[in-house]
């Protein structure tokens, strides 16, 4: 059956179709042919994420999405530095590159994006975080809890200073808590905020994936992809930065040798499908979580609409075209050309199934 439903709004995207938009020596072409890739799969709009690193390395990274010029660009997700240290809550992160929260560092990077950065994620225990939270509300830049150890009463800080979103819940904490209280349970509490998840099968089971959907509403969840540069291409040594990870033939991606995933290889319109098998959500209701939901969480709103094919029976989502109501009817039929084009390219590869 064939639906149209409105634009993804992916507010955290690494990397797309080989492109690792945290490599210093990226150029705004690669990253604007990235997220013609990653258009195919339904994406009109999306944060580009940009992970800890040094000032001078965001700098170069920061200017490369900006370069790129593309339309799908609708700010920039800071995702670090001032994250947990510590093993398990720092994820793929590199430790080196952690520091405390400041609001003069924040500026400075923000300066850097002629005021483009709209999402920073950071741990609400770290130093100077509660300060720096504050500034990010005083500027209309959403603040979001992640790869934190915190306490529940530093969580609480936290979201009365004003962040309100959980950066992949269930996901950048420890990988021992306490069965209660633990971060888990204080997020999922807190009625002032939105919980992203990653529903790739690897970062959460079906069942936390269906509960944690019960106990947000479907109105408080967000889909993201987390995508690193491994997304739409076959298993393989891929990077986030200067972090080397591992693509397995079962679409998890982590850092080689240990536990610990660096990020995803998901595309949105599998996160849509998975959330109806794993949830048993509608297919309208997944579609909000990843268009309207992320769109409104940032002060936006969606762009142009996807045609898609939903098998009801497999419960799979295949995004045939999309238009963007920005550009002229001769652009959109050029635009539709290259999804097609990209479509056959992501097709040839053996993770095109990838969550199903």
Not at 235 to 246: D, H, W
Not at 313 to 329: A, F, G, H, K, Y
Request: some cysteine; charged content about 20%.
């Amino acid at each position: 059956m064939t639906f149209e439903l409105p634009g993804f709004f992916d507010l955290q995207v690494n990397g797309f179709a080989g492109v690792d938009f945290n490599d210093p020596a990226v150029s705004g072409e690669a990253i604007a042919e990235a997220l013609e890739r990653q258009r195919a799969t339904g994406v009109t709009r999306c944060l580009p994420t940009l992970i800890t690193s040094s000032l001078e390395e965001f700098s170069a990274c920061a200017r490369a999405v900006t370069a790129s010029r593309h339309p799908a660009v609708a700010g920039i997700h800071m995702e670090g530095p001032y994250i947990s240290p510590e093993d398990g809550a720092r994820g793929a992160h590199r430790r080196a590159c952690v520091v405390p929260a400041s609001v003069d560092d924040f500026n400075r990077r923000q300066d850097v994006c002629n005021g483009g950065i709209r999402l920073v994620t950071l741990a609400a225990e770290v130093a100077g975080a509660i300060a720096l939270i504050e500034h990010l509300v005083e500027t209309g830049v959403r603040a979001a809890i992640g790869h934190t150890a915190a306490s529940p009463a530093q969580i609480g800080d936290a979201v009365k200073a004003g962040a309100t979103l959980a950066t992949h819940l269930g996901n950048g904490c420890p990988q021992m808590l306490p069965r209660h209280p633990n971060v888990m349970w204080e997020l999922l509490a807190a009625d002032e905020v939105h919980a992203s998840l990653i529903v790739d099968g690897h970062h959460l089971p079906a069942s936390t994936v269906k509960a944690m959907m019960r106990a947000k509403s479907v109105a408080r969840t967000i889909l993201v992809t987390d995508a690193i540069a491994a997304a739409g291409c076959a298993p393989g040594r891929f990077a986030i930065g200067e972090v080397t990870c591992e693509l397995s033939e079962d679409g998890r991606v982590s850092l080689p040798g240990t536990p610990y995933l660096a990020g995803s290889a998901l595309t949105m319109n599998k996160a849509v499908q998975n959330s109806v098998r794993f949830a048993g959500v509608t297919l309208e209701e997944a579609a909000a979580m990843a268009s309207s939901n992320p769109a409104q969480f940032v002060g936006l709103e969606t762009v142009g609409t996807i045609t898609a094919d939903w098998d009801a029976e497999r419960l799979e989502l295949r995004v045939i075209s999309s238009t963007d109501s920005r550009l002229s009817q001769g652009e959109q039929e050029v635009r539709r050309s290259r999804d097609q084009e990209c479509l056959q390219k992501t097709r040839r590869h053996p993770l095109d199934l990838l969550g199903s």
